[in-house]
């Protein structure tokens, strides 16, 4: 009598989720519930940083595992599992936006942060950046913001990020440089907008 496969498999270990892949890939469907047990949330909180509207990043977890499901045979047996997830979030939500054709990023989670004792002049001025801040973000490419919302927002490790993004962690220091240089950019721009 043979166990079920999630029980064979190391629970949160990447091996683990590489292996539940494979029987996926193999026809086992019935594993894909562990898969998104396991990666559902983080998903979610991935893409809603992307999006900014909780309804729409529950429906691209949805549309992420639907795409696995339709795509598992593009899975690797052996590579990482994670990545080649991350790369079906990112390519739903860049579809969406596509379908849209607005842009994304409402509310991007950067939060207002008060100083200790801000005079009234002094909360207007912060607002004021946290606003442009906002806008400025919203400006940078979906590429730009994902790579921010993983260093910055979710402070993960530049390996972390890397084997997400399949790239090296000199990449990802490039890309995060790069993205906060052009956020720096547009956020300089908006600045002299607002101030003429």
């Known amino acids: 009598m043979s166990e079920r496969w999630p029980q064979r498999v190391a629970e949160g270990s990447a091996g683990g989720d590489t292996d539940l892949m494979a029987a996926v890939t193999a026809g086992r469907l019935e594993c894909l519930g562990e898969?998104?047990?396991?990666?559902?949330?983080?998903?979610?909180?991935?893409?809603?940083?992307l999006t900014a509207e909780p309804a729409v990043a529950e429906d691209l977890v949805?549309?992420?595992?639907?795409?696995?499901?339709?795509?598992?045979?593009?899975?690797?047996?052996?590579?990482?599992?994670e990545p080649w997830l991350y790369t079906l979030a990112r390519?739903?939500?860049?579809?969406?936006?596509?379908?849209?054709?607005?842009?994304?990023l409402e509310d991007d989670?950067?939060?207002?942060r008060p100083s200790p004792a801000p005079g009234v002049e002094r909360e207007a001025e912060s607002r004021q950046a946290v606003g442009l801040l906002r806008q400025a973000f919203r400006g940078l490419s979906t590429e730009q913001r994902e790579v921010l919302v993983l260093a910055r927002f979710e402070e993960r490790p530049y390996?972390?990020?890397?084997?997400?993004?399949?790239?090296?962690?000199?990449?990802?220091?490039?890309?995060?440089?790069?993205?906060?240089?052009?956020?720096?950019?547009?956020?300089?721009?908006?600045?002299?907008?607002r101030a003429s």
């Open 35 to 49: 898969l998104f047990e396991r990666h559902h949330r983080p998903l979610y909180v991935f893409l809603l940083r």
């Open 91 to 104: 390519n739903a939500a860049i579809d969406h936006h596509r379908r849209r054709g607005a842009a994304p």
């Open 62 to 81: 949805q549309e992420v595992f639907l795409r696995l499901i339709k795509y598992r045979g593009s899975f690797r047996s052996g590579a990482p599992f």
């Open 159 to 193: 390996a972390d990020i890397a084997e997400r993004l399949g790239c090296t962690v000199g990449a990802v220091k490039v890309r995060v440089h790069r993205a906060v240089r052009r956020l720096g950019e547009i956020y300089g721009d908006l600045s002299q907008e």
């Open 109 to 112: 989670g950067l939060e207002e």
